[in-house]
């Protein structure tokens, strides 16, 4: 039975009490150093010469003690930052783990050029025994990359370095981010929004809010251009001079290695996604028809075509959420009750948040965390079902050895897009009038457009712009001109006006952790669309099967993982177009029923 409330603030003082002032916060910062130095000092007293695994073994559970201790501090500042961005205090504890990060990085750097020294032979055995067997694709996936990285002198400068040049560069970003306010009058009189406040008003069915927001947005990143710009250049010159002393001359290296999978595979996803963009044009076509417009504009794009009263409260969504995830299993449905019961969700609408959402998790705690901005539509259901299909991908990893849950962001993508489908087919299947078919339609075909086409555009002007760059600084006008390129392309030349700023309003460009955070993306829309399918066929049964696919995600390319659970060759068309094709057919659904 649903509670009649369910807190729409997070619960932070379980993990620790006091927020940004916490004692115990800095107590554990200081055991986590202390475990990063024994770590260091397990990899020089190792004698990596010998067959024996006993040396490694502990190494490795050092390694994970200090690796869960720095993630549990890591998704703490990031949850005080993102509640509040005028927090002093967490800009100041950001500093501190990103230092103690690089430490980490550091020790890595030596326990790779030590496993890289031993004898083929020796190696092997190595990762064979029973102890180290279950890690034997990361340990061989470490030493395989370390062959491509510098001494471990210079790997170890590089990331004493990264601290203030490079990690700083998005530390510069997200305190540019904090003090900028979008002004909008309502009832009359002028409020200040935040990003994320501002970014909500693009949904609003009145074109003339939407374009006074849009106008103010603009107004504000073109304010802002100039040390933005400055920023990024700074961010990704510090990645690219890192390359080029490596040896490595394509951009795509890392992120490919990252996310466990072949340039083929990309190249043949976005080949699929452009020979099918004709469909969603159509439909943007009729969406401008339907908004009484002869071509949408940027801010256009997330407005609703029709006018649906559905709206859902908050506790309206979680319960729409709990009960439609157990009808796909009981597992899922348990967990998602077990997050909003617990407070695990910040979802209120208030100043001072920054933009978007996002899920982290607390190993050391079981537990995770969500941040989103709710205002009771549809679209902030399906927000919120995304992220509680992150959280359940790592509670679905618990019993899975710590070190093989690294998984990368595409396959993460997958577990949030599959959760957010079961949400969207199952509001549709409840709706009974036909707006509120078409609006729901609209949501799926929406994300169809994000990924296909948004986030096709990012793809397009960060790999120019990063070739660009390789020659030197790159200007605001020039970002403004790769960008609006990028969507004109990308859109398929179907809108009146773009959105030149975009490079600025877009937190993934300054990541400076995971390297061109976009094609992952529409990865794990597009994989998720493929399991899904499978799901649907085998029905309520198909959970305990998903749960065996998420825990291998840690372990595996993503060319093996679909190979074993779904008999599929992502380096072929012929997945990637199935999975296009069920997106195409929303579409041609909604043109029928809005003609």
Partial sequence: MTPSTYSMTWDLDVI?????????????????EKEIHSFEASIKSWDASGSEDSGLSDILEKFQKADSGLEQAESFVSCLQAQNTDDVNANELRGIVTALASQLNTALTHLDKAILEIDDSVWKSLVENEHLNELSFILNERRRQAVDKLSKEEEALINDLAVD????????????????????????????????????KFSSLDRQVRKNVFDEWEKAWGKNAELIATTLNHLSGFRLAVYKKRGWNDVLKEALEYNRMSKETLDIMWKVISDNKKPFVEFLKRKAHLLGVEKLNWY??????TDSSKTYTYREGAA?????FGKFGDELSKFAEK??????????????????????????????????????????????AHELGHAFHTYAMKDVHPLNCHYAMNVAETASTFAETIVADAAFEQAKENSEKIALLESKIQNSIAFFMNIHARFLFETRFYEERKKGMVSTERLNQLMEKAQKEAYADSLSQYHPYFWGSKLHFYISD????????TFGYLFSLGIYAQAKKEGKGYEEKYISLLKDTGRMTVEELAKKHLGADLTKEDFWQAAVDLCIKDVEEFLELTK
């Fill in 514 to 521: 995971i390297p061109f955070y976009n094609f992952p993306y």
């Fill in 16 to 32: 620790f009490p006091g927020g940004s002032s916490s004692k115990e916060f800095r107590d554990h910062l200081e055991k986590v």
């Fill in 339 to 384: 997050a909003f019961k617990g407070r695990w969700i910040e979802a209120e609408d208030r100043p001072g948040k920054r933009p978007g959402g996002f899920c982290t998790s607390f190993p050391l705690s079981s537990q995770s965390r969500i941040f989103m901005t709710y205002s009771d539509t549809y679209e902030n259901v399906s927000t919120l």
């Fill in 320 to 324: 729409f959420i709990i009960d439609h």
């Fill in 300 to 305: 256009d794009l997330d407005a609703p075509a």
């Fill in 165 to 200: 040049g490079y990690h700083g560069w998005e530390e510069m970003y997200d305190a540019i981010v904090s003090q900028l306010c979008i002004p909008f009058k309502e009832n009359g009189k002028e409020v200040l929004l935040s990003v994320g406040q501002a970014q909500n």
